[in-house]
């Protein structure tokens, strides 16, 4: 089943039911645009700005409801304990979850608040009139800290899947083609390190895995980022949330030709994101120092992305230069996202030339 037949379906069915799960009557409900590979259809719900809503209905069979449950468990507890996210609201059932059946096939429905304000590409990446940048990268890491704040007490009550029981060797045999033989074994000597390591509770708990100006709102009158979209959350080290920020702190200066003044600038982007982090938790240096190590994690995890989204959309695997640099930088042990060595181009950020795989 592909999105739009799921959009259909939506529109001529799932829809009225939702919306006397939830009470929507009085709301404007329209479709939201889905990223390439969404596991998800989205709407939001408009009731003239007042208790906006956002509807979620998941139709891949990739996730049990346990795992939906212990997800929606998770944003609540953020939620009670004072972490800025989307609240996800109850049915008129008292459930955070609902399940709806149509032509034998199983959707699984959640409603979230919407969180106040826009997404930056929505303001054309322009922050607050008169405000320094700085602000939002302290407020950046400010929120995430708060988040692992809350996460170091959480105990689940519906067990949430550790990133291990993705992300594995079986896993990656299974999806990566068999003709990406370094590839596959640069990412498997990558989770044997990964395995090693102590995992105390002040640095491994739950992490939103996903965390990015796409997956939070920004209010452009105070500042305030609200997130959501914890759908890959999992239970991981808190240093990788930290390193998708610094790996997506590299858009700022991305067409710097100077690698110093790139350099310069990540140092200063990064020390400014970790003191609005650390005025809400603790984080150990020597964590710290493993930043390279994590953001290598990341490179990863966006190769296995594409991936998986070549894979549910029944393409054949293919390689394009966005994912030919990734590939390069993971088989060629180049650190940093390759962001600091010659690899690195300024007139076309990120990208590696084509190769067949």
Same mark, same amino acid.
């Given at each position: 089943?592909?999105?739009?037949?799921?959009?259909?379906?939506?529109?001529?069915?799932?829809?009225?039911?939702?919306?006397?799960?939830?009470?929507?009557?009085?709301?404007?409900?329209?479709?939201?645009?889905?990223?390439?590979?969404?596991?998800?259809?989205?709407?939001?719900?408009?009731?003239?700005?007042?208790?906006?809503?956002?509807?979620?209905?998941?139709? #891949?069979?990739?996730?049990?409801?346990?795992?939906?449950?212990?997800?929606l468990?998770?944003?609540?507890?953020?939620?009670?304990?004072?972490?800025?996210?989307?609240?996800?609201?109850?049915?008129?059932?008292?459930? #955070?979850?609902?399940?709806?059946?149509?032509?034998?096939?199983?959707?699984?429905?959640?409603?979230f608040?919407?969180?106040?304000?826009?997404?930056?590409?929505?303001?054309?990446?322009?922050?607050?009139?008169?405000? $320094?940048?700085?602000?939002?990268?302290?407020n950046?890491?400010?929120?995430?800290?708060?988040?692992?704040?809350?996460?170091?007490?959480?105990? +689940?009550?519906?067990?949430?899947?550790?990133?291990?029981?993705?992300?594995?060797?079986?896993?990656?045999n299974?999806?990566? +083609?068999?003709?990406?033989?370094?590839?596959?074994?640069?990412?498997?000597?990558?989770?044997?390190?990964?395995?090693?390591?102590?995992?105390?509770?002040?640095?491994?708990?739950?992490?939103?895995?996903?965390?990015?100006?796409?997956?939070?709102?920004?209010?452009?009158?105070?500042?305030?980022?609200?997130?959501?979209?914890?759908?890959?959350?999992?239970?991981?080290?808190?240093?990788?949330?930290?390193?998708?920020?610094?790996?997506?702190?590299?858009?700022?200066?991305?067409?710097?030709?100077?690698?110093?003044k790139?350099?310069?600038?990540?140092?200063?982007?990064?020390?400014?994101?970790?003191?609005?982090?650390?005025?809400?938790?603790?984080?150990?240096?020597?964590?710290?120092?493993?930043? $390279? #190590?994590?953001?290598?994690?990341?490179?990863m995890?966006?190769?296995i992305?594409?991936?998986?989204?070549?894979?549910?959309?029944?393409?054949? $695997?293919?390689?394009?230069?966005?994912?030919?640099?990734?590939?390069?930088?993971?088989?060629?042990?180049? $650190?940093?996202?390759?962001?600091?060595?010659?690899?690195?181009s300024?007139?076309? +950020?990120?990208?590696?030339?084509?190769?067949?795989?």
């Open positions: 089943m592909i999105h739009k037949e799921v959009v259909k379906i939506a529109d001529d069915y799932l829809l009225s039911i939702i919306t006397k799960l939830y009470g929507l009557n009085s709301y404007q409900i329209n479709s939201i645009n889905a990223h390439d590979g969404g596991r998800n259809v989205a709407y939001s719900c408009e009731n003239q700005g007042e208790n906006d809503k956002i509807i979620r209905i998941a139709f #891949l069979p990739d996730r049990k409801r346990e795992d939906f449950i212990s997800e468990e998770y944003v609540r507890f953020l939620y009670d304990g004072g972490g800025s996210v989307s609240n996800v609201v109850n049915s008129r059932n008292g459930n #955070l979850l609902e399940e709806v059946v149509y032509d034998g096939h199983r959707y699984f429905v959640c409603v608040e919407k969180a106040r304000g826009k997404l930056f590409w929505e303001n054309g990446y322009r922050y607050r009139e008169g405000v $320094p940048l700085t602000e939002y990268f302290y950046c890491g400010q929120t995430l800290g708060k988040l692992h704040k809350l996460s170091k007490e959480y105990t +689940p009550v519906h067990k949430r899947y550790s990133f291990f029981e993705k992300y594995n060797a079986d896993y990656i299974q999806l990566i +083609p068999g003709s990406l033989t370094l590839l596959k074994e640069k990412m498997i000597d990558l989770l044997k390190t990964l395995e090693g390591m102590d995992r105390a509770r002040e640095s491994f708990g739950m992490v939103h895995f996903d965390y990015n100006d796409g997956n939070y709102m920004i209010d452009f009158t105070t500042g305030q980022i609200t997130v959501f979209d914890f759908d890959n959350s999992c239970f991981f080290w808190y240093l990788y949330d930290l390193a998708n920020v610094w790996a997506n702190g590299c858009g700022w200066i991305r067409f710097e030709k100077d690698v110093e790139r350099q310069k600038f990540m140092k200063n982007y990064f020390e400014t994101v970790l003191a609005g982090y650390k005025s809400e938790t603790e984080i150990d240096e020597a964590m710290l120092e493993k930043l $390279p #190590l994590f953001i290598k994690v990341t490179v995890e966006n190769i992305d594409t991936f998986e989204v070549m894979h549910n959309s029944g393409e054949k $695997p293919e390689c394009d230069e966005e994912l030919a640099y990734l590939i390069k930088c993971m088989e060629d042990d180049i $650190p940093h996202k390759g962001f600091f060595d010659e690899i690195y300024s007139i076309e +950020p990120f990208v590696y030339k084509k190769r067949n795989i």
